[in-house]
DNA sequence: GCCCAGGGCTATG
DNA sequence: CATAGCCATGGG
């Protein structure tokens, strides 16, 4: 079985933190199909195995060449994301594919997360190309030209979002031709909100996740929820104000922080923090909040 | 029945 | 700008 050595990296944390949605899990292998190609790792202690891929892609698609430790020390400077980083150590974002991106924070708006990944099957088990690695079956999301109509896209569960996802479909020629990798992060988060469906989250979600620019930093409701608790908690700051904040504060490797305290907030209780902070367990000052 | 879910669009003050 | 209602659907 092949194997790369791994250092600060932590498999479950990876797939399971909302940013990958198209994976199963079976006898402690995680099976990940992505844009047509199905693989599998594993996890113990500092070795990776993996099935179905080669190590170059493995350390790619994990981003085993960013330096964690050091975007971790660059991004420590409060309690708060101190302790989201020792909370969910070895997390690492992904690299998703463009389309599949879209198509699933498309269907992400307004829907949890097993959901999401239950509709996701759908699609792929309905409209995709059947793929198989040693006995284990999965199914690939389609490719923009192979999303079916808006009705059956409904049929699937997709419910309001048939829509968003058909006319996505049918604009992917123009978005691909863009190169929003080249463009840059603010002129491809630009062109990603003129898709119908994709607003400031989603953009973000996929300038974080699919294009590479590390200082995205999507605000959903539990990021939300989570600045006001701790870095602005005497005032109700709108999404746009957080985004400046984000990007000010954390800076070039803002989307890192963004999953740490995502994943943090939602393994706890938000009441228990809140608890913890008024009985000054827990310390944040309000920084520049107005 | 009601509320919420990794939101966004549209119509109104 | 700000807010409310709406969009489908499933689970707590």
Known sequence: ???????????????????????????????????????????????????????????????????????????????????????????????????????????????????????????????????????????????????PSEAKLRAAGVGFRAGYICRAAEAMDDVLLERLQELGYPSAREKLLSLPGVGPKIADCICLFALGFLQAFPVDTWIRRMMHDFYFPRSNPKDGEITRFAGEYFGEYAGYAQQYLYAFYRGCPPERWKAAARDGRIHFDSRQSP
Not at 12 to 40: D, H, K
Not at 50 to 57: I, L, M, Q, S, T
């Open 1 to 147: 079985m092949p194997q790369i050595t791994v250092r600060d990296f932590n498999l479950p944390s990876t797939v399971e933190c909302g940013q990958l949605f198209t994976y199963a899990r079976s006898n402690e292998w995680y099976y990940i199909t992505r844009n047509q190609r199905l693989f599998a790792v594993r996890q113990a202690g500092g070795k990776l195995e993996y099935r179905g891929a080669d190590g170059g892609f493995i350390r790619w698609f994990f981003r085993l060449d960013d330096d964690l430790p050091g975007i971790r020390r660059l991004l420590e400077k409060d309690p708060i994301i101190t302790r989201a980083f020792a909370s969910s150590m070895g997390l690492r974002l992904v690299r998703l594919d463009l389309w599949e991106a879209i198509l699933s924070f498309l269907c992400s708006q307004a829907c949890n997360i097993p959901r999401i990944r239950r509709v996701l099957r759908n699609i792929a088990e309905a409209w995709g190309k059947r793929l198989e690695l040693d006995g284990f079956v999965s199914h690939s999301l389609p490719r923009p030209e192979g999303i």
